[in-house]
Nanobody
Framework: VQLQASGGGLVQAGGSLTLSCAASGGFRFINDMRWYRQAPGNPRDLVAEVSAGGATNYAQSVKDRFTISRDNAKNTVYLRMNDLKPADSAVYYC???????????????WGQGTQVTVSS
């Protein structure tokens, strides 16, 4: 089971980016999907999460600017980031909770990270 993140880049303050993270491999179900971020010297923090049913939760610092969504048919989670600020600069990681095999064994998987840099 793998997660492949994409969509990072360099953007000016006030700009927008959309990150994508696609799941592949042998799994039966995807539960919660999440985006984290980590800036140099800082811990990895939760940015947003979305349940299998579409319920969402956001870090206070990104509320009203970021939107997490998922396309269950494509096994993909997105993060639309608007009004980006230099403080949003970080490596963004996707994470998801899978059920694998006929025994529905839970497995948490991380994507490889994608760099977002916001210039002032």
């Amino acid at each position: 089971v793998q997660l492949q993140a994409s969509g990072g880049g360099l953007v000016q303050a006030g700009g927008s980016l959309t990150l994508s993270c696609a799941a592949s491999g042998g799994f039966r179900f995807i539960n919660d999907m999440r985006w984290y971020r980590q800036a140099p010297g800082n811990p990895r923090d939760l940015v947003a999460e979305v349940s299998a049913g579409g319920a969402t939760n956001y870090a206070q610092s990104v509320k009203d600017r970021f939107t997490i969504s998922r396309d269950n048919a494509k096994n993909t989670v997105y993060l639309r980031m608007n009004d980006l600020k230099p403080a949003d600069s970080a490596v963004y990681y996707c994470n998801a909770d899978f059920l694998v095999s006929s025994a529905n064994i839970p497995m948490s998987v991380w994507g490889q990270g994608t760099q977002v840099t916001v210039s002032s």
